[in-house]
Structures are given as C-alpha cells and as structure tokens.
C-alpha cells in the first residue's frame, strides 16, 4: 500500500482536514475572531465540494474494508453540495442565535463529522466499517437535534432520537451478528458469495433491515420522526430528512443489490409490503399537520416509500433511479426547508396558517416553496417529476404494475396536501401575514442552489444519462 | 428554429417577458396580446404552410423533428403535425387570444394572471405537436397544473374547493394515465426492437392482447376524464362555474379536447384491439354522458352551470363518435371538438361580460338583455342557434357528421344508441332556447339594468375573433373534412 492510494479517500481527507482545521481555529481564536468562522467553514467545504467534481478512480483500502467508485464518489459529491447548501441556509441563523452562546464551531463540527459518517458507511466493505460509519452519523445528529438546550421540545426530540437510534444501532448489530453466525465473514462481497437463504439468514436480514429502516423512517419503524423534527431545530431537520436518509436508502439499495442478492424473493415481498405501509401512513398523516416541520417529517417518510419502488428493479436500472432520485429529492427538500427556515428566523413562525397571503408580501420565497412542493409532488417540468417518473418505471420494468398504480395513487394524494400549503400562500388574503423581509445574503444563495437544483436537475438529461453510464460499476 | 418549437418556446418567452419587465395591467396585456397575437399569426401560417407541404409530402405527420432526450430510456423529443394537431393548435391560439382580450380588465394581480394563463398554453401546444409519449405526457400536466392557481385565486363563488376538486381529479387521472404509458412503453418491444416511447414507432408492434386488454382501459380513462366521460366529469361543472372567464373560455375551449385527442392518438391507435374489445362499455358511458350533460343542463339555474353541464353533453359527443371507429364519425368528432371549442368559449365570454355588469348568473333575475346590449345580446343568439346545430354554421356540421357516422353501424346496439343519443338534440334546443329567449328577449327584469354599459372594443374583438371561424367551418366544411380525411385514414387502417 502506498501513499498515493490513499488519494482513493480524498473526500474523507478533505473533510477530516476541514474538521481539525475547525477544531484548531476553535481553540486557538478569541470571541471576536469566532465570526469569522462561519465563512471560512462554508468557504473549506464548497472548496471540498467542488474538488469532488473532479474524477477519481475506483478501488480499495485496507484489505477491502473500504472501497471506492465512480457512482459513490458521486454520490458523496451530491452529498457535499446537499450539506453545503444546507449549511448557507442555517449560516445565518448560527449567527443571530449561536455566535452569542459561543457555539458555532460546535455545529460546523458536529454536522461535518456527520457527514463523514455517511461517506464511511455508504463506501465500507465490511459490516465493520458499516457499522462505524452509522454510529458517527447518527451520533453527532443526536447532539445537534438538541441544539437548542433552552427549548424544552428541542430536548425532548434529542432524547427521543438517541433511544430510538440506539434501539435501531442494537438491532441492527444483532441482525449482523446472526449474519455473521451464518456466514463466518463480515466482509460483503465474501458475504454475498456464501449466503444462502437459511432461517437464520433470513432472521439476521429482518433485525438488520429494522435497523436501517429507522434510519430511512419507513413503516412501522417511522414513529420517532415527526417529533424528532418538532423538536430539532430547522436545519437539522432538514439534515435528518435528506443527507442521513438519502445515505441509508443508499447503503440499504447496495447491500440488498450486492450482499443479500441471495435473499431477494424473500426481502422482495418485504419491501413490497413496506413500500405500500410507508407511502400510505406518510401521505394520510401528512394531511392533517399543522406544524411545517410535522408536514414535511410525514411527506419524507412519504417520500422514502417512493424511493424505495426503484429498489423493485435489481439492475443498473434501479441503481441509477434511486440516486437520481435521492439527488433530485435533496434540492426539492432542502427548497422547502429553506424557506420555513428563512420565514422562521424573520418571523419565529411555522405553521401552515401563518403562510396565508405569503405570495402578496413575499412573492419569491412563496414561489420557490411552491416550486419545492412541487418538485416532491412530481410536478413537470420540475426535478421530482423525472424522478418519480423514472421511479415508476423502474418497478414496472419488473412488472410490478399494481404497486406502481397504488404509487401513482399516493402520489394525488400527496398533491393534494402539498397543494394546501400553495392555498396558504397564493389563494389566501390575510391582514396577519408575514410582512416583507430580505433574507440575509447565505441565505438567498442557499435558496437559490436549491432552486437551480429543481429547476436544472430534470430537464437536463445527461445528469440521469451519467449516473446510468456509471452505475454499473457496483454491480459487478 | 423549427415552425412548430416555436409554438412552446414563444410562450415561455412571454412568460420570461412577463416577469421581468411588466409592472402593471396596461404592460401585461401589451405583452400578452402582442404574444398571443404572434402565436396566432403563426398559426394561421401554419395552417398554410400545413396544405402546402403536404401537397408534397405523404409521411403521416410533417414537420417533423427529433431530439434524444433521455437516452437511457429511449425518450425523444420528437414533434410533428397532421391535420388533426394543425386545427387544434389554431383552435387554441384563437381561443388563447380571444381570453386575452376577454380579461382586458383583470384587476387583481394582472402580470400573474397571464402568466399562468400563458404558461399553460405552452404546455397545450407543445401536447399538440409532440409524437412522443413521455414528452406529450410532460406537457399534459404542465397544461393542467397552472389551472390550480387560475382558479383558485381569480375565481369566484366556492373557488377554493372547486380548484382542488379540479386539479386532484385531472391529476390523479394522469396518474393513471402514467400507469398506462409504462404499459405500453414496456410492451413495446414484443416484436423484438427496443423499447420506445415514439407514438408512430409503437404503433408498428403488435402489443400482446392481453396487456392491451389491461392498458386500454387505464390509458382511455386517463385521457377521457379530461374529455368530461361519464362518471368523472364531476370536477367539470364547478370547476367551471368557479373560473374567471377567459379561463373557463380557454378550459371548456381546448383543455377538454385534450381527452379526445389523446383518447384517438394514443389510446386507441396504439391499443386497437384493447379499443374494440372495450368498445361497447365506453361507447354505453359515453352516449349516457349526452343525455345526462343535455338533461343535467336544463335543471340548471346558473348561466355557466348551464354551459358546463352543456359542455359535458357535447364532449361525450366527441367521444361517443371516436368509439364508432369509422371515418365520417371521426371526422365529426374533430370537428365536433372545433366547434364546441369556439362556441363555448363564446358562451362563456358572453356570461362573462353579462356576469361583470349585472352582477348574477342566474337565469330567473335576468330578462330583455337585448334592449340594452345589443351588441353582446346578437352575438349571444347567434351563439346559442349555432350550439343547437342550426345550419350555416360549425355546430350543424359537427353533429350531422357524427349522426351520418353512426348509424353507418347497422346492429341493433349501435343504432339504438345512436337514436338515442341523436334525442338530445331535442333536449339541447330545449335548454337554449329556454336559457336564451328568458334573458335576451322578455321584459326588463330589473330598472337598475337600464344604465349598463355597452360592449367595449375588446370585448367585441374578443368575440368577432370566435365568430368568424364559426361561420367559416358552418359555410366551408368541405374544405376541412378533405384536409382532415387523410389524416384520419393511418389511424382507422389500424383499428380494420
């Protein structure tokens, strides 16, 4: 092993560098310095976001405990620039609320390390590296979801989240265990040659597939999410709801492709069910929210069911869907956190009633949530649209027309309370609405990648055309 | 740039124009007239370069181009025309200019009122050139979506439920409809080639029955709910009865006949045998869709109740003679949709313009219109005697086409329903008749009506623009049923 195979994990580098870098400016520098520190984070890592576009080649590390290619440098590139936009978003907001409580550093630590998490746990090789990966990616959530120590809800949603991750970390951990009782190897690809569809196989499948479901929120395992949301501050919401899932749809998409490929008839009729169980309890519960933060929890548990249809379709297909789609659903998602995070911190209001007139006093803000909810209703011409579509395509491939037709069913109904929220905002008239403000200048940049993203990510062709020309690179 | 991108990108040129540099309603409808005007302009070239071309040229559609545009799934953007879309495209930029001048007045946020109207026509158009599933599918929701905003915020009466109501059943018919797509798109490779969304390309395979069988019904109820069939035209009356004017006009007018066109470009031209196998329950729904739209009218109290329901009984029509599967029909049908586009587009704008000086739609408060308006009170007679298919004009030409189609059929089913259906004929003078002599003729209903405010010069304008091909299709039909026979005959060959 040499120096330069250690550039396969430039990305990791990066952020590690990043992070000591931040951790050296946060003892060396006094309060006044402090507020530099949000620029020089944001600067550091658009700067790693960027070096991610450029190409890198595929291969392992450590005797195969990490491993590398085109479609997960990718993947961790959309990542990157997931979190970059989301950290432009809540910049301003550290600084109103945090910099005071000398506690801004603490929160570019804790999310970039969370980060890094991800990066470890969609690149592992071995259940082990997996493993380290899902603990520092959840852990470091844990702390942030109680961001706000003064709010006692925002406590209540760390606590909530810690046990109920710990549970799905446990339960996760004894399914591998199992697996590895069967198997006698904890590397994947060793794995996926010796596995055989045994009951304790398939046991070990079921508590690990508990495990990640927690991540992703999918029914029955979704109860922690809304409150968790309630209570977490905005940024980290949108933090749970997009970077931590779309990483755990990831991983769970290459471990059900590659390691229990041999267990596919039975995790087939498992997702099958899931599917339909999450969209539905996702959408119904998602009608009756008040709180935005509730409303957008019960669409993304809504929205994890759709993107689990691509996973109907083993092949490059599939592959290519699910990570356009994750892409895709990361600006869609992160437009519409934004702008409640954006009216939250001029106005300190979340609910879908106080939006009423919000187009008369803010018409770009209320036009781009609009775009936003759009996109994850699967509205042409915007992103979510070719993603859902691609979606359905990809289980009817497999010729999984019924599950398609009871997607396409939830998707109305999901059109139908995204479209309450537009009624809030266009059709409404109110004497209280949410006067005219500017939001700050990271802010509006945040919002505007988010929007370009909706905008640009579906009708530009070649980006879905890349990912399939590069996905299969796994699945050999 | 080719004639017919044109069509989709002038409007969202408009739009971009719109945003960024109208500030008030004069600028906004100085833009918009003069956009819809260049759309309109360009369609009457179109028409002509249409005849020209193929004169010359015996390819099923001309203009034709294509772009890959997802290469993964074989999807293009691939656009071309036949008589068929020529006449729609101009149906729709008439209608699109016509509810431009129509909403001269609009007060309240004027520049977001034409760009969604405007918006919308973009997807309209780009429907009607595409010849790839998936493209024209993107331009179908895109065509229905803004709908949500015109009404609901420049609507009137219950427009908030109305808009939902709308939207959810438009939306969630194509989400059928989409199921149907993926159906056909993964059964288009059954003879052995790739896998297609290209209309003409798959109409050259022969999809097992059995899938036909399963996707026709799906693909036909996608289409047809926008075409108001029986038991899913309830979003139509209130969602109509809720629009602001022009947008009533540009929804009855062309968004409707978006169904048939569909039903006969897709459903049934790549679905043949899935389409008479079916042929007989849609045919069932579709003639009692007439009779209940034509029966449903009469009761109302309403004006624009009056002409949804109306507008119900007449799609049906359209329908019903797609489902005959025989040329006269077809071409009955077309014109059919034409017409009714016009007229009801003149409907609505009539109620419109009665509606913004009376103040009420219904019909027992209004009386002797006529004497105070008698620009708009003319035009309203005119209008209603077209509609019950006097000759002379498009809707005696549309329905006695349609008439002679059908019973072309000589079993016993065909023609009872067919006698049926020809019935409300009856029913739709009934309705008209009733509607037109109680608020133009009769007494003065009211003194205060006395000081109402004659026909503007827009207005007029608005309405001479739908009249003039109302009497031109009603005087001329042959010139259209020739041009439109060629393009009708690939489409039967497949059903034979």
Redesign the interface.
């Given at each position: 092993m040499n120096l330069e195979s250690f550039l396969l994990m430039r990305s990791e580098i990066g952020l590690l560098a990043i992070l000591l870098l931040l951790i050296i400016l946060e003892i060396f520098s006094n309060k006044k310095q402090k507020a530099a520190v949000i620029p020089f984070a944001l600067i550091l890592l658009a700067i790693n976001t960027v070096l991610g576009f450029l190409p890198l080649e595929s291969g392992e590390l450590f005797g195969g405990m990490f491993r590398t290619n085109a479609l997960l440098y990718f993947f961790k590139t959309t990542l990157s620039l997931g979190v970059l936009i989301l950290l432009l978003q809540s910049a301003d907001w550290l600084k109103e609320k945090v910099v005071d409580e000398n506690k801004a550093t603490e929160f570019f630590i804790l999310i970039i390390s969370s980060l890094l998490g991800t990066y470890f746990m969609i690149s592992a090789g071995d259940f082990l590296m997996f493993y380290i990966g899902l603990e520092l990616t959840t852990l470091p959530v844990a702390a942030l979801v109680a961001y706000d120590t003064y709010k006692r809800i925002s406590a209540e949603g760390a606590v909530k989240y810690i046990l109920s991750s710990a549970l799905a970390s446990g339960a996760a951990l004894f399914g591998i265990s199992l697996l590895y009782a069967t198997t006698g190897t904890i590397y994947f690809e060793s794995m996926a040659e010796i596995l055989a569809s045994s009951n304790l196989a398939i046991l070990g499948f079921i508590f690990f597939f508990s495990g990640l479901a927690f991540k992703i929120s999918l029914a029955p395992f979704h109860f922690w999410t809304a409150d968790v949301y309630e209570g977490a501050p905005i940024n980290v919401a949108s933090y749970l709801s997009v970077i931590s899932k779309g990483a755990a749809v990831v991983i769970l998409m290459i471990l059900l492709f590659t390691v229990f490929k041999p267990l596919m008839p039975v995790w087939n009729k498992i997702i099958y069910i899931v599917i339909i169980a999450t969209m539905f309890i996702g959408n119904l519960f998602a009608i009756r929210q008040q709180n935005l933060k509730r409303f957008l929890a019960y669409s993304s548990i809504a929205q994890a069911g759709f993107i689990l249809l691509g996973l109907m379709s083993v092949d490059q297909?599939g592959t290519?869907t699910i990570v356009y789609f994750v892409a895709v659903y990361i600006f869609s998602n992160l437009g519409a956190f934004g702008v409640v995070q954006a009216v939250s911190s001029a106005s300190d209001k979340e609910n879908i009633n106080d939006y009423e007139g919000l187009y008369r006093t803010n018409p770009k803000l209320s036009l781009l949530m609009m775009l936003a909810l759009?996109s994850l209703a699967g509205?042409?011409?915007l992103a979510g649209?070719f993603g859902k579509?691609?979606l359905?395509?990809a289980a009817?491939?497999q010729?999984y027309?019924i599950l398609?037709?009871i997607a396409?069913?939830n998707?109305?109904i999901s059109?139908?309370y995204y479209?309450l929220v537009?009624?809030a905002m266009?059709?409404r008239q109110s004497d209280q609405a949410i006067p005219y403000f500017k939001s700050p200048f990271y802010m509006r940049l945040g919002l505007i990648l988010a929007a370009i993203g909706i905008l640009v990510a579906g009708v530009y062709?070649p980006l879905?055309?890349y990912i399939?020309s590069i996905s299969n690179t796994f699945l050999n | 740039m080719d004639i017919l991108s044109l069509f989709v990108i002038v409007p969202i040129l408009i739009v971009l124009a719109l945003t960024f540099f109208a500030k008030d309603l004069k600028q906004a409808r100085l833009i918009s007239v003069v956009g819809m005007g260049i759309q309109f302009a360009m369609s009457i070239n179109l028409i002509f370069a249409y005849i020209k071309e193929r004169a010359v040229n015996t390819n099923i559609m001309v203009f034709t181009k294509d772009v890959v545009?997802?290469?993964?799934?074989n999807?293009h953007y691939s656009i071309g025309v036949d008589a068929i879309s020529v006449v729609m495209i101009a149906l729709t930029a008439v209608v699109l200019l016509a509810g431009v001048f129509i909403s001269w007045k609009i007060d309240d946020l004027p520049k977001e009122f034409f760009i969604s109207l405007i918006a919308l026509s973009s997807g309209v158009f780009g429907f009607f050139i595409s010849t790839d599933l998936?493209t024209m599918f993107?331009f179908y929701?895109?065509a229905v979506?803004p709908m949500?905003?015109l009404i609901?915020?420049w609507g009137s009466g219950p427009?908030?439920n109305s808009?939902?109501k709308l939207?959810?059943m438009l939306?969630?018919a194509s989400?059928?409809l989409?199921?149907g797509i993926?159906?056909i798109?993964?059964n288009s490779n059954a003879d052995g080639g790739p896998l297609t969304f290209n209309i003409f390309e798959i109409a050259q395979v022969n999809i097992p029955v059995a899938a036909q069988n399963?996707f026709y019904p799906l693909t036909f109820i996608g289409f047809a709910v926008i075409g108001a069939l029986f038991p899913f035209h309830t979003w139509s009356p209130s969602g109509h009865a809720s629009a602001p004017t022009a947008v009533s006009m540009l929804h009855a007018g062309v968004l409707m006949k978006l169904g048939g066109y569909g039903v006969f470009r897709i459903a049934m031209y790549l679905l043949p045998v899935g389409a008479l196998n079916w042929s007989d329950f849609f045919l069932v729904l579709s003639a009692f869709g007439v009779i209940y739209g034509a029966f449903a009218a009469i009761m109302q109290k309403d004006l624009k109740y009056v002409n949804a329901y109306a507008s119900v009984s007449h799609l049906s029509l359209v329908l019903f003679a797609l489902l005959m599967f025989n040329r006269t029909a077809w071409t009955g049908a077309i014109i059919q949709s034409l017409s009714h586009g016009l007229l009801t587009a003149m409907f609505f704008a009539l109620i419109g313009m009665v509606y913004g000086r009376t103040h009420t739609r219904e019909i027992e408060k209004l009386g002797g219109i006529m004497k105070i308006l008698p620009f708009i009170g003319a035009i309203y007679v005119i209008t209603g005697l077209a509609y019950l298919g006097l000759p002379g004009f498009s809707g005696f030409v549309a329905e006695m086409t349609i008439f002679v189609g059908a019973f072309q059929h000589p079993d016993l089913f065909h023609r009872i329903l067919t006698i049926v259906v020809v019935s409300s004929i009856v029913v739709t003078s009934v309705y008209i008749l009733r509607m037109v002599g109680k608020i133009m003729m009769g007494p003065l209903s009211n003194e205060e009506y006395k000081d109402l405010p004659k026909a503007t010069w827009f207005e007029k304008t608005g309405l001479i623009l739908l009249l003039i091909p109302v009497i031109m299709i009603g005087v001329l039909p042959l010139g259209l049923s020739e041009m439109l026979k060629e393009s009708i005959q690939p489409f039967l060959e497949r059903l034979l």
């Open positions: 297909l290519t759009f509205i042409p011409p649209f579509f691609f359905y395509t009817a491939s010729g027309y398609v037709f396409v069913v998707a109305t059109l139908y479209l537009v009624r266009f059709l062709s879905y055309d399939f | 545009w997802y290469e993964t799934f999807i998936f993107v929701e895109i979506i949500y905003l609901g915020i427009k908030e808009a939902m939207t959810l939306m969630g989400a059928v989409s199921v993926l159906g798109y993964f399963i």
